[in-house]
């Protein structure tokens, strides 16, 4: 029987008791109520006898009898209970009269009589979670069985953790110092931490310049192959990167071509302009099997196999 069972069953057995103690409760009121009656009826058989023959006063023997044997007769109600018991166990109803009671075979252990209960009168398994328990014994096992791991289930403790607990700030920036401690920084002291100065933002001249080795920024004119760009490579992960000019190709800014927003698939490609670095789209196609389409007037000069095809009409 388990700990869950004990309790259940104490319970059970102190709603018999109270019930116990209200039927004694009865029994004495009644007892109280035969006591008195047996009294009156000593008073009313004195009074009989003191008026024997007297027909105008008193009641007949016979009729102080009937008055007794109402009186016994209407005393019911008495607790009948087994021929023998056992020392200690607890007594339960046997039946739904309430008027019969027997023996039961559970005597109630150290946790019925006592006032407190501590690890010495624990001598069961361990209680289960589902009963309210632990279901270990040790400190490692119970935060497993409660899914409480320290670093898998719940965070570790971190004096960092304190820190930020004890933070008040308002506006202000988490900052992790030379040390390792989390502290609180106004703007002004993460301005002067991250090289910003007053009164400027990341875009600021100076705070470019300084970032690129005191690179002086100068107005958009005409790359050389040496200078360099910076780019984000898509490729790895977005990071920024350097990269020469000269490696896009062109020298100087010498046969840079600019083409147009948009072209057509296999069209033959125009110069726009005389500046040589624009091109643009056209009407003429060459498509995959070299057949020429989309040709308005063709202007001829010279010989086709000898023949002059000026001449031609």
């Given at each position: 029987?388990g700990?869950?069972?004990v309790k259940?069953?104490?319970?059970?057995?102190?709603?018999?008791?109270?019930?116990?103690?209200q039927e004694?409760q009865?029994?004495?009121r009644?007892?109280?109520?035969?006591?008195?009656?047996?009294q009156?009826?000593?008073?009313?058989?004195?009074f009989?006898?003191?008026?024997k023959?007297n027909a105008?006063?008193?009641?007949?023997?016979?009729?102080a009898?009937?008055?007794?044997?109402?009186?016994?007769?209407?005393?019911?109600?008495?607790?009948?209970?087994?021929?023998s018991a056992t020392d200690?166990?607890?007594?339960?109803f046997?039946g739904?009269t309430?008027?019969v009671?027997?023996?039961?075979?559970l005597?109630?252990?150290?946790?019925?009589?006592q006032?407190?209960?501590?690890?010495d009168?624990?001598?069961?398994?361990?209680?289960?979670?589902?009963?309210g328990?632990t279901?270990?014994?040790?400190?490692?096992?119970?935060?497993?069985?409660?899914g409480?791991?320290i670093g898998?289930?719940?965070?570790?403790?971190?004096?960092?953790?304190?820190n930020?607990a004890?933070?008040?700030?308002?506006?202000?920036f988490?900052?992790?110092?030379?040390?390792?401690d989390?502290?609180?920084r106004g703007?002004?002291a993460?301005?002067?931490?991250?090289?910003?100065?007053?009164?400027?933002d990341?875009?600021?001249?100076?705070n470019?310049?300084?970032?690129?080795?005191?690179?002086t920024?100068?107005d958009v004119?005409t790359?050389?192959s040496g200078?360099?760009?910076?780019l984000?490579?898509a490729?790895?992960?977005?990071?920024?990167k350097?990269a020469?000019?000269?490696?896009?190709?062109?020298?100087?800014g010498?046969?840079?071509?600019?083409?147009?927003?948009?072209?057509?698939?296999?069209?033959?490609?125009?110069?726009?302009?005389?500046d040589?670095?624009?091109?643009?789209?056209s009407?003429?196609?060459?498509d995959?099997?070299?057949?020429?389409?989309?040709i308005g007037?063709?202007?001829?000069?010279?010989?086709v196999?000898g023949?002059d095809?000026a001449?031609?009409?």
């Amino acid at each position: 029987m388990g700990p869950a069972d004990v309790k259940g069953r104490l319970q059970e057995f102190e709603q018999v008791l109270t019930a116990i103690r209200q039927e004694h409760q009865i029994l004495l009121r009644k007892l109280q109520s035969l006591e008195s009656e047996n009294q009156s009826l000593k008073n009313k058989v004195q009074f009989a006898g003191r008026n024997k023959g007297n027909a105008g006063g008193g009641i007949s023997a016979t009729r102080a009898r009937a008055i007794a044997e109402d009186v016994v007769g209407g005393a019911g109600g008495d607790v009948t209970g087994p021929a023998s018991a056992t020392d200690g166990n607890f007594v339960i109803f046997d039946g739904a009269t309430g008027k019969v009671i027997k023996d039961d075979s559970l005597t109630p252990g150290l946790l019925a009589t006592q006032d407190t209960v501590n690890n010495d009168d624990w001598s069961g398994a361990d209680l289960a979670v589902t009963n309210g328990g632990t279901g270990a014994s040790d400190a490692s096992g119970a935060r497993t069985n409660l899914g409480l791991v320290i670093g898998t289930d719940v965070q570790a403790h971190d004096d960092n953790l304190d820190n930020l607990a004890a933070l008040n700030a308002t506006e202000e920036f988490l900052y992790l110092n030379a040390s390792g401690d989390v502290v609180s920084r106004g703007a002004g002291a993460t301005r002067s931490i991250l090289n910003v100065e007053d009164g400027a933002d990341v875009t600021d001249e100076a705070n470019v310049t300084d970032a690129l080795d005191g690179a002086t920024l100068t107005d958009v004119g005409t790359p050389a192959s040496g200078d360099l760009i910076l780019l984000q490579d898509a490729s790895d992960s977005n990071n920024l990167k350097v990269a020469q000019f000269s490696e896009f190709g062109g020298e100087g800014g010498e046969g840079d071509v600019s083409g147009p927003e948009s072209s057509t698939d296999n069209a033959v490609v125009r110069w726009d302009g005389t500046d040589g670095d624009t091109i643009q789209d056209s009407s003429v196609l060459i498509d995959d099997s070299d057949n020429i389409s989309g040709i308005g007037n063709i202007t001829l000069s010279g010989t086709v196999d000898g023949r002059d095809v000026a001449s031609d009409s």
